[in-house]
């Protein structure tokens, strides 16, 4: 059972935003359509290089893109 | 589907038909002899020869039936693919140290030369279908 991740992201969002299909960003970014998709479903996370080429392909910071859950205060 | 997840998906099913045909075959013979005066090498030779032809044949054929559907995407593969590829490599190492040693531990006790190549074998047949068996679920169940 693979662990899921704690990342999420808004790529899909953006992707639609911007009208780019699957394949046009997979291929702006230089991956295979079905890693786009992996990263998209969060069941891939892309290493932070690739992270900004994403957030790079749609002219926005990874923060906008990405997002990481603040630990909770008993974690703190 | 991707061309590393095609080869992982040949890989894996070539196995598992090669592995249990040499093991049937070896069985057959062990039930006319003792299982250490079984000639094994030749079924061992042909099916590691068979496993491969057959993997890479299947590949190919997949893959030329893949490109008349994706003609671009056919032969690439990316940096998903790579972090699969090492996540799987590393899985089979256990399996073949496993195996490794299990063949140290026979020769220290001089154990026939059957059980010797035959442990060995199972150490890369095992570590083979794991190692496929972890590819194709990282690339259906996800790698995070």
Same mark, same amino acid.
């Given at each position: 059972?693979?662990?899921?991740?704690?990342?999420?992201?808004?790529?899909?969002?953006?992707?639609?935003?911007?009208?780019?299909?699957?394949?046009?960003?997979?291929?702006?970014?230089?991956?295979?359509?079905?890693?786009?998709?992996?990263?998209?479903?969060?069941?891939?996370?892309?290493?932070?290089?690739?992270?900004?080429?994403?957030?790079?392909?749609?002219?926005?910071?990874?923060?906008?893109?990405?997002?990481?859950?603040?630990?909770?205060?008993?974690?703190? | 589907?991707?061309?590393?997840?095609?080869?992982?998906?040949?890989?894996?099913?070539?196995?598992?038909?090669?592995?249990?045909?040499?093991?049937?075959?070896?069985?057959?013979?062990?039930?006319?002899?003792?299982?250490?005066?079984?000639?094994?090498?030749?079924?061992?030779?042909?099916? =590691?020869?068979?496993?491969?032809? #057959?993997?890479? $044949?299947? +590949?190919?054929?997949? !893959?030329?039936? @893949?490109?008349?559907?994706?003609?671009?995407?056919?032969?690439?593969?990316?940096?998903?693919?790579?972090?699969?590829?090492?996540?799987?490599?590393?899985?089979?190492?256990?399996?073949?140290?496993?195996?490794?040693?299990?063949?140290?531990?026979?020769?220290?006790?001089?154990?026939?030369?059957?059980? =010797?190549?035959?442990?060995?074998? #199972?150490?890369? $047949?095992? +570590?083979?279908?794991? !190692?496929?068996? @972890?590819?194709?679920?990282?690339?259906?169940?996800?790698?995070?």
């Amino acid at each position: 059972m693979v662990k899921p991740t704690l990342v999420s992201n808004r790529i899909r969002a953006h992707r639609e935003g911007a009208g780019l299909t699957q394949a046009e960003l997979a291929g702006r970014i230089g991956v295979t359509r079905q890693t786009l998709i992996a990263i998209e479903q969060e069941k891939y996370s892309p290493s932070l290089e690739l992270a900004f080429q994403i957030a790079r392909a749609f002219g926005v910071g990874i923060d906008d893109l990405f997002h990481y859950p603040e630990p909770s205060t008993k974690d703190a | 589907m991707v061309y590393e997840e095609r080869n992982a998906w040949s890989g894996l099913l070539v196995g598992a038909v090669v592995i249990t045909a040499y093991v049937i075959i070896v069985l057959q013979r062990a039930s006319e002899r003792p299982v250490t005066e079984v000639d094994w090498l030749p079924p061992m030779l042909w099916t =590691i020869g068979i496993g491969i032809v #057959a993997t890479i $044949a299947i +590949s190919i054929v997949w !893959g030329i039936v @893949a490109g008349a559907n994706d003609p671009d995407g056919v032969g690439r593969s990316d940096v998903r693919d790579r972090d699969i590829s090492r996540m799987g490599s590393r899985v089979e190492q256990s399996f073949v140290v496993i195996a490794g040693l299990g063949v140290i531990a026979l020769c220290a006790v001089g154990a026939d030369v059957f059980w =010797i190549a035959n442990t060995m074998f #199972a150490g890369f $047949a095992v +570590s083979a279908m794991v !190692g496929s068996i @972890a590819r194709v679920v990282a690339y259906r169940r996800g790698l995070v």
